[in-house]
């Protein structure tokens, strides 16, 4: 069973953000798959706004170490690289947004909006 534990746990809390920023890319993109591109200006925008600290190099890293646990699954298509699915298991987007709101270093992230 998926955990806040487990998702907090397993990444680092840059590559977290990486992950917040992957599920608001999901709720307001209408295309079928995700651009890292897109994930990378949300990523920033955040950062922004909250006033973090932003990867610099280690965002593709991000993405990768994300797949490897299985919290997205990343293709290479003749176009580059794009998020195809998003989940853990049996647990939705949903659920692993809900629970990584639940870790109070994450909850400020919970309304914010992408203004792309």
Do not use: H, W
């Not at 994300?66 to 580059?80: E, N, S, Y």
């Amino acid at each position: 069973m998926l955990t806040t534990e487990k998702i907090t746990k397993y990444n680092t809390p840059q590559t977290t953000l990486v992950l917040i920023a992957i599920l608001k890319a999901e709720r307001v993109t209408t295309k079928k798959f995700i651009s890292p591109l897109e994930v990378l200006n949300i990523y920033i925008e955040m950062c922004q706004v909250e006033d973090t600290v932003k990867l610099r190099r280690n965002f593709m890293e991000s993405l990768k170490r994300l797949d490897l646990a299985g919290f997205i699954k990343i293709m290479d298509t003749k176009t580059g690289i794009t998020i195809t699915e998003i989940g853990f298991g049996e647990n939705t987007s949903e659920v692993m947004e809900n629970l990584i709101y639940q870790d109070p270093r994450f909850t400020q992230y919970k309304d914010y909006v992408p203004a792309i």
